[in-house]
C-alpha cells in the first residue's frame, strides 16, 4: 500500500491501518514500514469487533473495506479462516474506489 499510496491520495481516498497490537507496537511497525497513512492501534479489538471481523491462531484476520464519506461501506473483503490468502491489492481497491465514486 504504501508504493501506490500516491494514487489513492489522487483519488482524495483516505487509507488508514488498524493494528490488533499495542500502541508501541503498532508504533513500531508503523515507523519501521514508514507507512504514509495512519495506523492504529485496537489492542481490545473493538474496531475488529464492529466490523465483523473473525479471528484465528488469537488474532483478528486481516480484511479491507471501501468506506464512502457517509460511513456506508461499499465494498468488503475478509480473509478467510486459512493460513493461505490473497487480500486484494492496491490495484483492486483503486478499481473498487472508483465505482463509490
Known sequence: MREAYHEFEARQV????VSSTELEM????AETLRAPFPVLSD???SVF???????????????????????I???S???????VFTPPSPEALLEQVAFVG
Open 73 to 75: 461501506i461499499r465494498w
Open 26 to 29: 503498532t508504533s513500531y511497525v
Open 43 to 45: 489492542a481490545e479489538w
Open 49 to 71: 469487533y464492529s466490523y465483523g471481523m473473525g479471528s484465528g491462531f488469537g488474532v483478528p484476520l486481516p480484511g479491507s473495506f471501501v468506506i464512502d464519506s457517509s460511513g
Open 77 to 83: 473483503w475478509v480473509a478467510p479462516f486459512s493460513v
Open 14 to 17: 483516505h487509507l488508514l491501518v
